[in-house]
């Protein structure tokens, strides 16, 4: 008979490995921050919540009308189009104005910030005027910018259903409304009285100076494959993806360089060669640009759903837009999924920030993070390059010189992420990172059958028939929240949303930032799928002060001028290198403003170095160092920098 000691004789083998996995988990389990910690952490920050004023005079819907081949999925389809962007529309020098995307009512409203000086104008709808459209169009985003090179700021929109339409801010209107801006078609052609023109589903975009020569490019990536998503009178000519973690049947991406401007109206080249159609025709959902090695070209960094993210290295010159492809190096030691590029998640959206203070931009990435649904992981790739030299010399070599870090961080799991912004509200040096989380809000759990579908054959998932029923009342992480991390004494993270009255049970989508009363705090946007937009006004309590920079082209008119766009600005203080750029809107469907704050971390009183690099208007690169006291200061960049 065998005896117990025979038994575990035989079974030593198995039993100190059980040993060794059972400690080992003990020492790698993350430990997160208490209660009590986070409600220490939380007082360093408050936010009042306030109501966006909207029309009030639109029907609303609760669901989108869909192609009849998506019928029993309506409510997926639907889960998308809400967004939000802060900018200065109506050109006070503040960015107070919002531009809110709100698939409730199908339009893109201009309405002021909420509080002080909310009654300057009253809200109201962009319309198409004689532009064509149709019942089977639907607005996606806004994205604003100085498209015409007037000084004014103009807004572009995205749809499913049709090519982008840019709203030109008109000269001499003196106060904002939709007659004071002129739609007109960033792909020309589309005549007649209803749209039949090409039907892209895009769901994000952004503008920088992509080749170099001085004038702000275009990007715009598409989602579905062209065809008729949201047409309910048609059973066909649309699909789903042809993987979960490796598609490339999306629709194309494509580029629009700047070549001039004839009567007030800009004109650009469509480029739809620029990407390799593997590159191209990811599921995007998400792109964000930074300049990474200090050239003044900017890098493009584009999150798919259902298939890697691609980090594209800026090799243009003047008139010629050009990226090659970098990814993460491989080793035993990080599994595929954590390498950049040849990660296999559900990217929603990213954002370019510092996270250590070490002069390098480090990115955030927003992917599903549901434990017990679908447990991916966010990601905090880390630069690990020693220098700007380093980067370009490893980027030019196709190697993306970042690591995730986000399970030692504690920011790997939060919720079904989107928008990302790395921000400091506080002023205190270290960014926090605000993340919109959350799917399909309704009272049927569908989880079940979601993981059905992530573990299906990629054979069948191309066919809309093979996904399972999520109709209008489904659930799927409806109930998640905002998430705000901010960083521990320890150097990890810890989401204090509950603590700051941000965990609000509704599905978010965008996030905007910027400093709407001009007060040094960055204030908080916030766009919800098929509920209503929140802003969030700073009151914290500043740790330290800041440098906010209205960096502007230089204009012979002494006007404001426009947004610099890839401007970028540093301050060395404390040991730490604090930076920031002329964000051209980096993310999912929410835009920061054009503004550079740079928070301190220091009581600062008297000036500071800020070293401001930037491309002129004839593409020639430029570097000046000011000393500028704590405060706001708007910048003209032609040549030299001047403080207005």
């Known amino acids: 008979m065998t005896t117990v000691a025979t038994w575990l004789r035989r079974q030593q083998a198995g039993v100190v490995a059980l040993v060794v996995m059972a400690a080992l988990f003990v020492i790698g389990s993350p430990s997160f921050a208490s209660d009590a910690e986070k409600a220490e952490l939380a007082g360093a920050y408050s936010f009042k919540p306030l109501s966006i004023a909207l029309p009030s005079d639109q029907p609303q819907q609760t669901i989108r009308e ?43 409203v201009v309405t002021p910030t909420p509080g002080a000086r ?71 052609g589309a005549g007649g009285a209803t749209y039949t023109g090409p039907q892209w589903n895009s769901n994000t975009a952004t503008t920088a100076d992509f080749d170099g020569d001085g004038h702000l490019d275009i990007f715009i990536g598409n989602y579905f494959p062209h065809g008729p998503v949201l047409d309910d009178q048609v059973n066909g000519g649309v699909e789903m993806n042809d993987s979960m ?42 792109a964000s640009t930074a300049d990474l090695d200090g050239d ?23 008139g010629k837009i050009a990226f090659s492809l970098a990814e993460g190096a491989r080793s035993p030691w990080v599994p595929k999924s954590k390498s950049l590029g040849h990660d296999s998640f559900k990217g929603m959206g990213s954002d370019f920030g510092d996270l250590d203070g070490d002069g390098l931009y480090d990115t955030f990435v927003s992917n599903i993070t549901t434990s017990f649904g679908i447990q991916e992981s966010n990601f905090a790739f880390y ?39 790395i921000d400091d509200f506080n002023n205190g040096g270290a960014p ?78 965008g996030i905007a930032t910027g400093d709407a009363d001009g007060d040094g705090l960055l204030d908080l946007a916030v766009a919800r799928q098929w509920d209503a937009p929140i802003f969030y006004h700073n009151q914290s309590a500043p740790a330290g002060s800041a440098i906010t920079l209205q960096l502007t082209h230089e204009t012979a008119t002494g006007e404001q001028g426009s947004p610099a766009v890839g401007a970028e600005a540093t301050v060395t203080i404390g040991g730490r290198t604090v930076l920031g750029r002329v964000d051209g809107g ?21 000036p500071v170095e800020v070293r401001l690099c930037w491309r002129d208007r004839t593409g020639q690169v430029r570097e000046q160092a000011l000393q500028l006291t704590p405060g706001r200061h708007a910048i003209q960049l032609g040549s030299q920098a001047k403080e207005k």
């Not at 459209?133 to 995205?158: Q, S």
């Open 118 to 188: 909310s009654d300057r104008y009253k809200p109201f709808a962009l319309t198409p005027g004689t532009l064509p459209m149709n019942d089977a169009i639907a607005p996606m985003g806004c994205l604003a910018g100085d498209f015409n090179e007037d000084g004014r700021t103009d807004v572009l929109v995205y749809y499913w259903g049709r090519t982008p339409i840019v709203h030109l801010a008109q000269a001499g209107a003196t106060t904002l409304s939709a007659g004071a801006f002129t739609p007109t078609e960033l792909v020309p």
């Open 383 to 421: 630069n690990t390059a020693k220098d700007r030299a380093d980067v370009r010399a490893q980027l030019a070599d196709g190697v993306a010189p970042f690591e995730d870090r986000s399970a030692q961080d504690r920011t790997a799991w939060t919720g079904w992420g989107w928008d990302v912004k």
């Open 432 to 509: 926090a990172i605000v993340q919109a989380t959350g799917f399909v809000k309704g009272w049927v759990n569908r989880w079940a059958q979601l993981q059905e579908l992530a573990t299906a054959n990629d054979v069948v998932v191309r066919n809309p028939h093979s996904w399972p029923v999520v109709r209008e009342g489904a659930d799927i992480a409806g109930s998640q929240t905002l998430a705000f991390f901010v960083k521990n004494e320890d150097g990890t993270y810890a989401d204090i949303s509950r603590q700051l009255g941000l965990a609000v049970p509704v599905p978010t989508r």
């Open 296 to 318: 003044q070209l900017p890098e493009l960094f584009l999150n798919n759903d259902f298939g890697p993210d691609r980090l594209l290295y800026n090799r243009s010159t003047p």
């Open 66 to 108: 869909v192609n009849q081949r998506y019928t029993h999925i309506d409510a997926w389809i639907s889960s998308v189009g809400a967004g939000i962007a802060m900018n200065d529309l109506d050109m006070d020098g503040l960015p107070n104005d919002l531009c809110v995307t709100d698939p409730r009512i199908d339009q893109v």
């Open 245 to 286: 973690s490796g598609a490339v049947n999306g629709g194309e991406n494509y580029f629009f360089r700047w070549t001039g401007v004839t009567a007030g109206t800009p004109s650009f080249d469509k480029l739809d060669t620029v990407l390799a159609k593997e590159v191209s025709k990811g599921w995007e959902l998400g």
């Open 586 to 606: 980096s993310g999912h469907s929410g835009r920061r403003s054009h503004e550079v704050h740079l928070g301190l971390g220091q009581h600062v009183t008297g």
